[in-house]
């Protein structure tokens, strides 16, 4: 596609925990498996300080949920929202101060902490708490410089478990763990630009060593809009492979709403006014299992027709979603799992009769389309005039809105772009005046820059560039010059993490349990003559997969205790007599099979470089 003729303009928000402890009390912020006791709340929409309520929090209220709240053992008074927040946390407001100065942003002067309404449940209070940094930073990438438009503290919502039917489970060992958002100008023309940006940020967050790691550490709120489109917010992405499919499939979406608004204008569509009718009787004796399911446990089939809006439903014929999939995620709000659409029947085990005698009951000509939704006549009501709201949104393309990431690249509508109604001061937190001194003294310890840094490993460790990238990017930089630094073999201890420690994953066993005093106790054995570096997957694979931190007793088990030169070069004398006619056929193209058969019998007792040296001399021996 032609982004810079579609007018593509993306903007990112960074979202990170720190590691630094919870934001206003003093709480363990590890995530846990096990919960104790258990409280539940309603939570409803309040007036912003200006008398006005945010339309995305009204939209949340309909859904009429409850919400259940899991303590954990160090859970407290704050987060159960039944004691006024502590200070904030120094640890956490510096860190957002040395990030601001890594990107070149103005410090604010006074730190004042606001109350965001957010009634989804994941906050206890009904509000997420948040106060502005700094802004006005900026940073250059590939020859291009991408501003920044500001840096926030916030704290962390509740960890969702569960959902069903009305009630939402939360767990609070996440809530309130600091945050750093960072939101970018919408400087970004191209999917590969966001994907650099997001991953440039990423990178000096890591750099600070004041972040978490792991899954669910580092969210990104992707803000897309195009030429006559409208900003999009995908609220939540977390793998950065994925931005580039998220933008590129956003687009295609607004293109293809803007297509369909110039279909329904062709046709002169008007607003469609709500007009619900029953059609339970007609559809007593259908063969769908969806309508009859509603229909036996006491539910109702209705029915509206949107007029001219016949072929606007169903997917392009690229297979882009169209307004279907949107009147159907709208329609989720009210409480309904899903509906049917003319454009998509007859089918789902609705007949072509059946089809035409719901276009008589519903007065629909050839342009028309209709929608079903067989629920309880409340949920059902309450869904189609969502349906139909979202349809007029049609006539005018593509409405602002907040989405959810979906695992495949796609998203779905989650609720209406949240707005300045949705703020007001936090009289609970005083101002934190931020001096001259302590911005002073961030800026004197500001960390190695990445770039810096992949510089400097490869000189003085003799590790190439991807290497250092690696180390940097996976957060075992600073292991890696710990335990290199004192007991050398750089190239050794860079393979454990950068090539063993994935196998580990792959296998099965957790490589956090690795600690650096265990790869420290392997590479002295490895110094000392104990066994070969070869012999260093399978020791670590034993020794977590025994529970064993030991190393000598895992070599011992193992029975990679190393060999003196002389029963190496007889191993190779034998093998190498026992395959002599082998040897004679192949030449030295043998070197590679006979090398394989020796190993796998002196696999980790000695180095690999010393017996293919071995091997190449009685080779040359033999062939000569």
């Known amino acids: 596609m032609d982004y810079k003729n579609l007018g593509l303009r993306v903007g990112i928000e960074i979202h990170q925990q720190l ?21 539940v709340r309603n939570l409803r929409p309040t007036q912003s300080e200006l008398g006005e309520i945010d339309k995305a929090a009204l939209e949340e209220a309909e859904r009429k949920l409850q919400f259940r709240y899991q303590t954990v053992p160090c859970s407290c008074l704050v987060e159960a929202d039944e004691e006024p927040p502590h200070d904030a946390n120094r640890l956490a407001i510096e860190a957002s101060l040395e990030m601001a100065l890594l990107l070149g942003a103005i410090p604010v002067d006074e730190i004042h902490f606001m109350r965001k309404i957010v009634i989804d449940g994941s906050n206890t209070g009904g509000f997420q708490r948040t106060a502005l940094i700094a802004t006005k930073g900026s940073f250059e990438l590939h020859g291009k410089r991408f501003g920044m438009s500001s840096i926030c503290l916030e704290e962390d919502a509740a960890r969702k478990m569960t959902e069903h039917a009305s009630e939402v489970t939360y767990r609070l060992d996440r809530l309130g ?10 400087d970004m023309s191209t999917p590969e630009e966001a994907r650099a940006v997001a991953a440039r940020l990423g990178a000096l967050l890591r750099a600070t060593k004041k972040v978490r790691r792991g899954i669910g550490t580092i969210r990104e709120d992707i803000n897309i809009s195009i030429a006559g489109g409208a900003r999009v917010e995908i609220k939540g992405a977390q793998d950065l492979r994925l931005i580039p499919v998220y933008v590129e499939e956003e687009v295609k979406r607004q293109l293809a709403l803007l297509d369909v608004k110039d279909v329904l204008r062709k046709r002169g569509t008007k607003p469609v006014i709500v007009d619900i009718r029953d059609l339970s009787g007609l559809l007593r004796g259908t063969s769908c299992k969806v309508l009859r399911s509603a229909l036996d446990s006491g539910g109702r089939v209705l029915g509206v027709k949107l007029e001219k809006f016949a072929g606007t439903m169903g997917r392009t014929e690229a297979g882009v979603k169209r307004l279907g999939a949107e009147i159907a995620a709208h329609a989720r709000v009210a409480g309904v799992k899903g509906l049917f659409h003319s454009d998509e029947l007859p089918g789902y085990g609705i007949t072509r009769a059946e089809v035409e005698d719901i276009g008589t009951m519903l007065s629909a000509e050839a342009e028309d389309a209709f929608v079903l939704v067989a629920d309880s006549e409340e949920k059902a009501r309450a869904a189609l005039t969502r349906v139909v709201d979202r349809a007029n949104i049609g006539l005018s393309g593509v409405p602002e809105e907040t989405r959810d990431p979906l695992p495949d690249g796609q998203s779905v509508y ?25 911005l002073k003294s961030i800026e004197l310890n500001l960390p190695e820059l990445p770039e810096a840094k992949v510089s400097r490993l490869t000189k003085e460790y003799s590790i190439n560039k991807e290497q250092a990238e690696a180390l940097i990017n996976n957060a075992y930089d600073d292991e890696f010059e710990l ?19 994935p196998e580990l994953e792959k296998a099965g066993l957790d490589q956090d349990n690795v600690k650096v005093e265990m790869v420290r106790e392997l590479l002295s054995a490895l110094d000392k003559g104990t066994f070969a570096k070869e012999a260093i997957p399978d020791i670590l694979h034993w020794m977590l997969k025994n529970d064993v931190r030991d190393v000598e007793k895992a070599s011992e088990s193992l029975g990679v205790s190393s060999v003196g030169l002389s029963d190496v070069r007889a191993i190779c004398e034998r093998v190498v007599k026992e395959r002599e006619s082998y040897i004679k056929e192949r030449g030295k193209s043998a070197l590679g099979p006979i090398m394989g058969i020796v190993m796998k019998e002196l696999r980790g007792k000695v180095d690999g470089k010393i017996i293919s040296e071995i091997l190449n001399e009685k080779i040359e021996q033999l062939l000569s």
Do not use: Q, W
């Not at 402890?21 to 363990?28: A, I, P, Q, V």
């Not at 763990?177 to 919408?186: M, N, S, V, Y």
């Not at 335990?483 to 420690?501: E, K, M, T």
């Open 483 to 501: 335990l290199a630094g004192s007991l050398g073999n750089a190239p050794v201890v860079a393979r454990i993490y950068l090539n063993i420690f």
């Open 414 to 438: 989650s609720r209406p772009l949240p707005g300045k109604d949705r703020m007001y001061p936090e009289t609970d937190v005083k101002p934190i005046l931020i001096s001259e001194k302590v």
């Open 19 to 39: 590691n630094t402890g919870k934001l206003f009390c003093s709480c363990d912020s590890e995530l846990v498996d096990e919960h104790h006791k258990e409280f």
């Open 177 to 186: 763990i600091p945050l750093i958002e960072i939101a970018t100008d919408p």
